[in-house]
Structure formats: C-alpha cells, structure tokens
C-alpha cells in the first residue's frame, strides 16, 4: 500500500536547480538559461512518471535498462563524430550516456544483491563486474572522471549489503596504492603498515593476495600514467602543483580559488563576479558554479547549499534504513552514494583539494544530461518513499 513521500526530496532538488538556474543565467546567459530550462521541464515531467512506479517494476526493468545504457556507450565510442566521445547525436540534441548509466548500474547492482547472501568471493566479484564494464567503456571515451563514481558505487552498496568493513578497505587497498605508489617513500610503508595490520588481524590468506594486488598496482602505475591523455596528465599535476604553471596547468586551480575565497562572508553580489566577467574562471557554468556562487553570494551562498545537500544526504539515509524491501533499500544507498560523491568532488575541485574531473554539481551544474539523470534518480527515491513500508 502506497504512504506519504518525504517532501524534501522533491523540495530540495527543486530548490537546488532553481539555484542553479540564476547562477547558469549569471555564468551563460539566456542561451544556456533556456536550454537548461527545456531540459528541466523534460527532466521534472520524467521525475513525476518515474515517481509513481513502484520499486517492484524498477526490479523488473533494472536488467535490461542496464543492458540498453551499455549499448548506448558502446555506440557512443562507435558514432561520436569527434573525441573525446561521450554525447550520442539523436539529431535534435545530444545526450551524454554516462550519465543516465550511472543510474541504470545502480538498479541493476541492487538487482543482483537483493536476491543474494554473502557467501564468498562470486558475489563481491559480480557486483564490481556489472560497474566495471562502464566504468572501462567511460574510459574510453575518454572521461576519467566519471569512470570513478562506477568503482566508488559498489563499495556503498556492499556495505550497505552487509559485506565487513575490513573486506572493503582490503579491495580498496589497491586503488589507494595508486595513488600513494607515485612516491616510494610513501608507498613504501604504507605497504609496511598494511603487513603489520594483517600479521596482527592473523589473516594471512588475506595478507598474501592483499600484497600481491598492491604490488602489482604500485608495479604497473607508471604504465598507467602514460595511458592517460595529456589533458589527464596536465589536470593531476596542476592539483599537485599549481603555482609551477599559474598561467598554464595550474590556471584553473588558482582562478577557482581566487573566486571562490573572494566572495568572502556576502559575497560580491549576484551578477557582479568579477572572475566570471573577465573570463578568468573556465567553465564557470557547468564545472566551476559553486566558485561563482562563493564569489558572488559568499560563505552564506555556499553554506547554504551545503546545508540542502547534507539535508538531502540524511534523508537519503534515512529513506534507505526505512525501506522494508531490499532492492529498494539497496537502490537508495547507492543513489545517496551517486550524489555524495557529486556534491564531494564538484566542491573539492572548486576549492583545490581535488583535481579538475569534469563532474558537475547535482541540480546545479549546466548539462541536460546529468541534469535528467539527476532527476531520474530523484523520481526512484520518491518511489522508494512512497512504498517503503513493502516487502
């Protein structure tokens, strides 16, 4: 039987891309204002429809809405007429596929585990599987940054599945070596310290394959730097080391961050950033608002979008211990991991602790694909309210 819906999952989403709609027409004007106007009136009718589905008809369509967003990448790489190749042309606009994939391998992972114990290593395996394939067809595009969030979603949803806290540190202790492998004098007793841990936990199964993944990882990181592009190459650096090329690969960086602190406690005023108007800030409609939105309204602008995400974060916790029904309960921690980790690395990058990726703010940002996706899931936790209490 169907129950009320939490209202602040349609309010804050709503009142977020109201935010974003005076901040885009600050940034781009009337022809970006417009356009993102069209797809919020599409996004917001598909949110309504999708809101009166029930999760047990989400759970029928999650295995072949999975299958159609991998075709769709597929044909991205295939027909896009220029790189990188993430927008499939249908003619009268664009769509970028990874967006709404990110969706669709949300349902079909709470698919497959909703049915499932944990029982070893083949559940653990399949659920990475079915987010790996986008994730390696994303890459190819190439598009780094939202080939991450398809690695990030199987660690909360597993979680949430019941898998320890220990198994996931130990599947993640690869990717961490990545990262810390570009300095031995890092890696080398973060190696050390993870040895120790697992002689005391007396794991010692779990301490020959854990070392050998990171080996290996720490081994083969500098191949994968030279696979990256360029551009990918330049973005990591210019995080690490801005103020080596200010005028260069650091430019973004140092631009964000002057606009971002400039604003100060109230701001400069809406429309009369100054970092936006003389062109400084790249990409000030889609990639860097939240700049803008700290230059122009300051700390209270930007305190006040933190604090509907957080709300909105809490309810999506909230909704997911709720839900009675496990591909529901599964379906709304993972989609509460797809926006965290929006909301985290959009603001990382604007304030440089994180470098540029491309991922735009939710409801915020500019783009018509992540905007319809992001309502898409919004829609899904609405269903998820409105029959939570259903086995």
């Known amino acids: 039987m169907a129950k009320k819906v939490d209202p602040w999952l349609f309010i804050i989403p709503i009142v977020l891309t109201a935010i974003g709609f005076l901040f885009i027409y600050s940034t781009g004007g009337e022809r970006f204002f417009l356009r993102q106007l069209t797809w919020f009136l599409i996004s917001i009718i598909t949110c309504i429809i999708v809101s009166k589905i029930s999760p047990r008809f989400l759970l029928g369509i999650a295995t072949p809405f999975y299958l159609i967003s991998i075709g769709l990448l597929i044909l991205t790489i295939i027909f896009a007429r220029s790189s990188p190749r993430r927008w499939l042309d249908l003619g009268i606009f664009s769509f970028q596929p990874s967006e709404i994939a990110k969706v669709a391998t949300i349902l079909m ?10 029982k070893g290593v ?13 994730a390696l067809l994303i890459f190819v595009e190439p598009n780094l940054g939202s080939s991450v969030i398809f690695l990030v979603l199987p660690f909360a949803i597993l979680y949430w599945f019941g898998l320890p806290l220990l198994t996931l540190l130990l599947i993640l202790s690869p990717l961490i070596s990545i ?88 701001g400069k005023g809406l429309f009369a950033g100054t970092q936006k108007k003389l062109a400084f800030l790249p990409a000030p409609h889609t990639d860097f608002i939240v700049s803008v939105i700290g230059e122009e309204i300051g700390f209270l602008g ?69 905007l319809f996706s992001f309502f898409v899931a919004t829609g899904i936790l609405i269903s998820i309210s409105r029959y939570r209490f259903e086995h």
């Open 109 to 118: 992972m709470a698919r497959y585990l909703s049915t499932r114990k944990i």
């Open 122 to 134: 083949i559940e653990v395996s399949t659920a990475f599987a079915i987010a790996i394939v986008p």
């Open 179 to 266: 990262i810390f492998s570009f300095s031995i004098f890092i890696w080398a007793p973060y190696i050390i310290l993870l040895a120790i841990f697992l002689i005391w936990r007396r794991e010692m199964i779990s301490l020959i394959s854990t070392l050998l993944a990171n080996s290996i990882v720490g081994l083969l990181t500098p191949l994968l730097w030279h696979g990256l592009k360029e551009y990918q190459r330049q973005r990591i650096i210019g995080f690490l080391a801005p103020w080596i090329d200010p005028k260069g690969i650091g430019w973004q960086t140092i631009q964000s961050r002057i606009a971002y602190g400039s604003g100060m406690f109230a």
């Open 302 to 370: 930007i305190l006040l979008v933190t604090t509907l995400f957080i709300i909105f974060s809490l309810r999506m916790l909230s909704l997911a211990s709720e839900a009675k029904n496990r591909f529901a309960s599964l379906t709304a921690i993972g989609i509460f991991a797809l926006f965290t980790y929006h909301w985290f690395v959009n603001i990382g990058v604007a304030i440089g602790i994180l470098p540029v990726t491309g991922i735009p703010l939710p409801f915020i940002s500019y783009g018509g694909s992540s």
